[in-house]
């Protein structure tokens, strides 16, 4: 409340954008000296629970300049099981693979993802339709989302990428 009765609200709108503009311009300069190109990864997911099996998580993702499409458009169907990401969950787990590459300096607010468009077919298990089971989707299929963005983009910037963890 001090900052707001010192300062005013337009001062303090304007502070916050200039801390988002920051970190977009931080994350983009970081993103433009990776290799530009089109890079796939793939990661699976043991099963569902329900009897589906090595259930496919792809990730198409496009490198242009500072910006990265990120299109998992090509992973399976939506499953029986609890293991479906919802959209929101997918969007969060393509901005933690894109956080994991970026310096530990950038701050991890939205304007360092504004570099980054997430494109997910309705239907898939990273966008599953409205009362799909997503119980579990912050563990799985949150990791294999990431591991398949990070496997796409290790050839465009290979000292920054990491291995994958959290196998079930």
Known sequence: ESLLAEHG??????????????????????IAAWADGEYRGEATL??????????PIRARVIKRGGDIT?????????????????????????RMAL???????????????RPLTVIAQEGSIVRPREGAAVTLCTSHCS???VEAIVKALAPACPDRAMGGWGRR
């Open 9 to 30: 609200a337009t001062k303090l709108a304007a502070a916050s954008e200039a801390i988002l503009d920051l970190s977009e311009a931080h994350a983009r300069r970081i």
């Open 143 to 145: 990791n294999e989302i």
């Open 99 to 113: 956080a994991y590459l970026l310096d530990p300096e950038v701050a991890k607010n939205d304007g360092a993802f």
């Open 70 to 94: 990120v299109d998992l458009s090509g992973s399976a169907p939506q499953v029986r099981g609890f293991v479906n990401s919802s959209w929101p969950n997918t969007v969060s787990a393509a």
């Open 46 to 55: 043991d099963d569902d629970g329900h009897g589906a099996t090595d259930i």
